[in-house]
């Protein structure tokens, strides 16, 4: 099983945003998460990154103008 940190912005554990993310999709302007226990969490951005062997995810966060 293949799970994956997701950061906001910059892979910096600053950035951290969760962790043991099993799902990530895309839908209308939102990043939606779903980790290992199957709690979702949403963000307003895009994916700027991912790599599947290092096991994380960077989303550009949008701030709504």
Partial sequence: MCLS???KNDRNPK???????THVRCED????L??????????EGEILEADMI???FVV???VPV
């Avoid at 302007?29 to 939606?32: D, E, F, K, R, T």
């Fill in 29 to 32: 302007g939102m990043v939606i």
């Fill in 15 to 21: 950035c951290q945003v969760l962790k043991n993310v």
């Fill in 60 to 62: 550009k966060e949008t």
């Fill in 5 to 7: 940190t997701v950061y």
């Fill in 54 to 56: 290092k096991g994380y």
């Fill in 34 to 43: 779903t980790d290992l226990m199957g709690d979702e969490m949403a963000m």
